[in-house]
């Protein structure tokens, strides 16, 4: 299924950006989960104007749409940031990590779905900047002291406790 762009929606962005905009689109019209290509037909013009903001988000809805499909669909962008959300969010991605590399795995697509909606909220005017920043910071202490948390435990099973 090919998605439809809304020429109306192209004259609202520079006209620099109308090729890279179009080109973005027909990737996510062609190589997207039906799912995706659904939700971003659905909410068209703030998608043209992420993808005229920001190549990670473009990247992000092209390469790695099935990541973040689920924040999408349960209106994760339009939900403001709390303190402890971020964290609440890695104690369940977190669960039944069996390898190194299992966690670095998880990290990334972890990092990368919470950076996606950062900076979406952010760029279309749906954070004001202590959201963006706190979000931002709270995004890398979870994925520090999740990674190390997680380290120092598996260290500590294969080589014991240090005293």
């Known amino acids: 299924m090919m998605l439809n762009l809304d020429e109306q929606l192209l004259a609202e962005i520079p006209e620099a950006?109308?090729?890279?905009?179009?080109?973005?689109?027909?990737?996510?019209g062609s190589e997207s989960p039906k799912e995706l290509r659904e939700w971003v037909a659905s909410h068209q013009q703030e998608v043209v104007q992420a993808l005229a903001r920001?190549?990670?988000?473009?990247?992000?809805?092209?390469?790695?749409?099935?990541?973040?499909?689920?924040?999408?669909?349960?209106?994760?962008?339009?939900?403001?940031?709390?303190?402890?959300?971020?964290?609440?969010?890695?104690?369940q991605e977190a669960q039944?990590?069996?390898?190194?590399?299992?966690?670095?795995?998880?990290?990334?697509?972890?990092r990368g779905r919470h950076m996606f909606r950062i900076i979406w909220r952010d760029l279309l005017g749906g954070a004001d900047f202590e959201e963006t920043s706190g979000?931002?910071?709270?995004?890398?202490?979870?994925?520090?002291?999740?990674?190390?948390?997680?380290?120092?435990?598996?260290?500590?099973?294969?080589?014991?406790?240090?005293?």
Do not use: K
């Open 54 to 91: 920001s190549d990670f988000l473009a990247d992000q809805l092209i390469r790695h749409g099935t990541v973040i499909l689920p924040m999408l669909t349960s209106g994760g962008l339009d939900t403001g940031w709390s303190r402890g959300d971020i964290q609440l969010d890695w104690d």
């Open 96 to 110: 039944g990590i069996e390898s190194e590399d299992d966690l670095m795995a998880r990290v990334r697509r972890f």
């Open 17 to 28: 950006l109308h090729e890279p905009v179009c080109t973005a689109w027909e990737n996510l």
């Open 135 to 163: 979000a931002t910071s709270e995004l890398a202490d979870v994925c520090i002291q999740g990674a190390l948390d997680w380290l120092y435990e598996d260290a500590c099973t294969q080589w014991g406790t240090p005293m």
